[in-house]
């Protein structure tokens, strides 16, 4: 076993302690059996299937930071690293179940979407909201002693804020049954992705990751915010393509962006290459809950030949991140160039 497949069980490890401490203070504090058993279950359900990158993160972000200090990281700071790990995958499980409801989608991870569970429907908000909430029971049950502990707090809330603000604009340039495609624009495209998926997916673990250090500069702070930014549009970007190309058996859900109108990049693509006669197209079968509408835009991507402006796209933007990254000295190359590395190319 390499040392990633170590951390990753390790992490497994620490998922099941955080988790089973979570269950054992409900029963602390004499919550009805039912109850017990369904937030066990909602944790198992939600937390742990994902592919684990934004959690993994902050455990080589950790590593990345202590080299090039020349330090290597012991026990406690491993562990710490990897609980707040887990504090940003159930910030990511409760984002997913609120987004599995705003997108009405079907699958994710590869299970039916946890609203879709015939005993759930709209108790997935409230659960929601827990699993929010749990994050910070965790960060205090481990880190309240911290020096950086208010710091991490606060990093958590205005994450939290910019994603809700990125969803918002999301949701409300995607109306259902109003198909506007002046609004799809690169410019609003790339607002909606830096917001919506940028700060929680890398500038939090990078940030976290560099807090645990006790890193206080605040000029590391901006240079990685800079670089995440432009990480979260790539990964975003991706999202969008696998949305329609992808297998859904490897990316564990089924892409719905086509029928819910959504800004994404292929259709922005779209617009910036079709004739007048294509956007007649896109402007009829765009948007609309009709399976016979999203396969004729998904004809017209073949007939704009958009895997390959993707595909052209995805080369550029990689050679252009890796020598951003290379180019500064402000912070180690080691912790964005993992998460980089995870995700070039990716097929989930
Ligand atoms: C990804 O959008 C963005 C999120 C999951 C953030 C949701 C934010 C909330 C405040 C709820 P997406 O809809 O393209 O993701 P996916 O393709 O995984 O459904
Ligand atoms: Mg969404
Ligand atoms: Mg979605
Ligand atoms: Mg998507």
């Known amino acids: 076993m390499g040392a990633k497949d170590d951390d ?13 401490g979570l269950v054992r203070d409900e029963i602390d504090d004499r919550q009805v059996k039912i109850a017990v058993e369904w937030i066990k279950r909602m944790i198992d359900y939600n937390v742990p299937h994902g592919k684990l990158n934004r959690g993994l993160a902050v455990v080589d972000g950790v590593r990345a930071l202590k080299a090039a200090k020349n330090e290597t990281v012991d026990e406690e700071e491993l562990k710490r690293a990897m609980v707040v790990g887990w504090c940003i995958e159930f910030l990511q499980a409760y984002f997913l179940v609120a987004d599995d409801i705003m997108d009405e989608s079907v699958t994710r991870r590869g299970q039916p979407c946890w609203y879709r569970q015939p005993d759930v429907k709209m108790t997935a908000i409230n659960d ?104 979260g549009q790539f990964f975003q970007i991706q999202d969008d393509y696998l949305d329609c190309y992808g297998d859904p058996e490897v990316i564990g859900k089924i892409g719905t962006d086509i029928q819910d109108n959504k800004c994404g990049w292929l259709v922005v693509q779209a617009l910036l290459k079709c004739t007048d006669e294509q956007r007649k197209i896109i402007e009829e079968n765009y948007g609309r809950a009709d399976a016979e509408c999203e396969k004729k835009i998904k004809a017209l991507y073949v007939d704009l030949d958009l895997e390959a402006t993707y595909k052209k796209y995805e080369e550029e933007s990689y050679a252009d991140l890796r020598s951003i990254m290379e180019s500064q000295k402000v912070l180690p190359e080691g912790l964005f160039g993992a998460m980089l590395a995870k995700i070039y190319k990716r097929q989930k």
């Open 8 to 20: 990753k069980t390790r992490f497994m490890a620490v998922f099941r302690e955080l988790a089973d």
């Open 128 to 231: 929601g909201i827990l699993l929010e909430m749990m994050l910070y029971k965790c960060l205090k049950k481990y880190c309240k002693g911290l020096e950086c502990y208010a710091d991490l707090v606060e990093l958590f809330h205005d994450v939290t804020y910019q994603t809700a603000s990125g969803q918002l604009i999301d949701l409300i340039t995607a109306p259902i049954g109003v198909v506007d495609l002046s609004k799809y624009t690169m410019e609003a495209y790339m607002r909606i992705v830096t917001y919506k998926t940028a700060f929680y997916t890398f500038y939090l673990p990078a940030a976290c990751a560099m807090r645990l250090c006790g890193v206080k500069d605040e000029a590391a702070y901006e240079k990685a915010n800079e670089i995440c930014i432009k990480l």
